[in-house]
């Protein structure tokens, strides 16, 4: 199974601040339909994951424009230019090619 | 509105069985590729499994930790898909989610505590 390596486990970043996340496969994510199955996740205390970005790069609506990911075979990251007291919760990226694996997880706080 | 709640967790003794459901609503669940994860303090978020679709051939895809005691079902006409695990083991404690297959849709979570 590819094996999922985040980076930093934790993170403590003032208001305002950019910080970032990354996230290294064991194997590339680019599959032969030509796209990346690489996604990010936060949790939030309390709730279920959600889904922030998709085929490695694609934000959802609902993500704001300050959280971008980039990233590409098995190197990725996800970007904030800013940060704000919403983003705490933990970052998870997970690829989507069977048996789906995740990241061990990396805790963003407000300092 | 467009969600899925989870249901039927509880305590089970190791060896022991239990069904969990997944009640889709808000959306055309019958084209739905549906996946159970879990997430344990221990082991973090895990993929447990997928169905897909009846007109994908409604086909069957498992993690190795459960394969041979855990299935998935659905039944569209209810828009419900279910975990059937069998043969729990202490390390299956969990709380179970399901989700559509392309992530952007996850219910609440029910919790399995398998212990003696």
């Known amino acids: 199974e590819i094996v999922m390596t985040q980076s930093p486990l934790s993170l403590s970043v003032a208001p305002g601040q950019p910080a970032s996340i990354s996230c290294r496969s064991s194997e590339s994510l680019l599959h032969r339909d030509g796209k990346t199955y690489l996604f990010w996740y936060v949790q939030k205390t309390g709730q279920s994951p959600q889904l922030l970005i998709f085929?490695?790069?694609t934000a959802l609506a609902r993500v704001p424009d300050r959280i971008t990911a980039s990233g590409s075979g098995t190197e990725f990251k996800l970007k904030f230019s800013r940060v704000e007291a919403e983003d705490v919760g933990t970052y998870y990226c997970?690829?989507?090619?069977?048996?789906?694996?995740f990241g061990q997880g990396t805790k963003v706080e407000i300092k | 509105e467009v969600q899925l709640m989870e249901s039927g967790g509880g305590l089970v003794k190791p060896g022991g069985s239990l069904r969990l459901s997944c009640a889709a609503s808000?959306?055309?669940?019958?084209?739905?590729?549906m996946t159970w994860f879990r997430q344990s303090p221990g082991k973090g978020l895990e993929w447990v499994g997928r169905i897909k679709s009846r007109s994908d051939g409604e086909t069957t895809d498992y993690a190795a930790p459960v394969r041979g005691r855990f299935t998935i079902l659905r039944d569209d006409s209810q828009n419900i898909v279910y975990l059937q695990m069998n043969g729990l083991k202490i390390g299956d404690s969990a709380v179970y989610y399901c989700?559509?297959?392309?992530?952007?849709?996850w219910g609440q979570g029910t919790m399995v505590t398998v212990s003696s």
């Open positions: 989700s559509t297959d392309s992530g952007d849709l």
């Open positions: 085929e490695g790069t």
């Open positions: 997970m690829q989507g090619i069977n048996p789906r694996t």
């Open positions: 808000g959306f055309a669940f019958s084209n739905a590729w």
